[in-house]
């Protein structure tokens, strides 16, 4: 194979959808894959459609997922610059070129004029069975066209789609696929104010930055046709094509929108993104308490398999592993249970301090002043039970505090008033406990007494943290200290007893 170069060429409109940050991943497993360059382009040329901050969330969301680009606006390279904004100059001599040899012509008409053409037939296309009717370089005489030019400041640049022809490419997830040209339409490549549209540039580009294979959304596949009209005029040879499937809504009907995360309750963007209009506020991955690499590993198995049933597979071994012909090519469902499983595997396996790290700011906003030694055993303790790692707060928030309320179900059952006695010997016992074991202070004493723990247990669980969940419940009080549980079940009791003499 050729130099592999591929590129992830998002365009800054808004905060990065799912399916953009899985075509990033494939593109840079594919790169990683064959010892190719992983290439980020910005492709920016849409004014309209601009949103301030979405570039940088793009570079922010890589970063995060830590698959930096070797080439790219905040990268460099040797086909710098990788923003097509600052490209601009480049693209007018292609569109000109193309003009000059016949492949593309002026078109005149006025958006409204093109309305009110759509409103009558609203299958109406600007092609083959078209553009001699209207008014364009084709259908009027040169001299006219000259007098248009010179009038008009705003004629944009067409591409000339051949008639009568099959358009034909083998694309590497979707074989061989096949169009019509008299269906296509002849898409603006320059606008009228001298701005190239997507289709111009982003050839031009993946030409001269060398790209080798394209590897893209589904929802390009109809503008595949265009490019490779255009690679045949402009005499190039045309990148290999790889169309990835689209993402689908849990019900597996139609597209994953970036509106679905707020209706099923679950991320579709990596990173939160915060606008000034609260309709577009997306709560992100990252916020939402997953790993990175849980992400990961859920994005490269929504479309592709390694071809056996292995389904924790670290960046390494899905690098090693992957490969397009393994793509699928109906749509993925997008499965957040599936998301949650992952996350919950890749907490178990992450490094307690780092888990400490990651909720340290909030375990802090909430008011808690914790050490990091602590903050690091509560994660050890706690995360085999969660599936987000903010779930280590909220499920163990018996660690920061005492619990203000108590499982009262279980205590009606539980609880007799003839244990209180022993229950407070057991709490007088912990408060000495640092001078001996507190397994001893609690089992010993229940075991000394001919008692049962399976009576006593339950109860002092829920003494300590309020519910009958949790993790070990003589590492727990370790955690919490001898003497803070003490104080907890002395003060749990009189809620006991409130409970079963009311
Ligand atoms: N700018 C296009 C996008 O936003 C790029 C499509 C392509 O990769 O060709 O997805």
Known sequence: MTDVRVRFAPSPTGALHIGGVRTALYNYFFAKKHKGTFIL??????????????????????DWLGITPQEGPHSGGNYSPYRQSERKDIYRQYADKLVENGYAYYAFDSAEELDALRKADPEFK????????????????????????????????????????????????????????????????????GMPTYHLANIVDDHLMKISHVIRGEEWLSSTPHHIIMYRYFGWTSPDFAHLPLILKPTGQGKLSKRDGAKFGFPV??????????????????????????????????GWSPGNDQEILSVEEIEALFSLEKIVKSGARFDIDKALWFNQQYIIKADNRRLAGLIQPQVALEGYIVTM????????????????THEIITNGRFFFVAPNSYDDATITKKYKSENREHLEIIAERLAQAETFDIENAIKGYIQDKGLKLGEFMPIIRIAISGSMQGPDLMESIHLIGAKASSDRIRTAIHHFEKIVTS
């Open 41 to 62: 382009r910005i492709e920016d040329t849409d004014q309209t459609r601009y949103v301030e901050g979405a570039e940088q969330y793009i570079i922010d969301a890589l």
């Open 126 to 193: 600007y092609g083959v069975h078209t553009r001699n009717n209207l008014k364009n370089s084709l259908s009027l005489s040169t001299d006219a066209t000259r007098q248009l030019l010179e009038a008009d400041q705003h004629a944009v640049i067409r591409l000339k789609i051949p008639s009568n022809e099959s358009i034909e490419f083998d694309d590497l997830i979707r074989g061989h696929v096949i169009f019509d040209s008299n269906e296509l339409d002849d898409k603006v490549i320059l606008k009228g104010d």
């Open 269 to 302: 963007f990596p990173l939160s993104w915060n606008s000034d209009n609260p309709e577009d506020n997306f709560i992100g991955f990252r916020e939402d308490g997953y790993l990175p690499e849980s992400l990961i590993n859920f994005l490269a198995l929504l």
């Open 373 to 388: 030694e602590y903050l690091s055993e509560v994660c050890r303790l706690m995360k085999e039970r969660v599936h987000k």
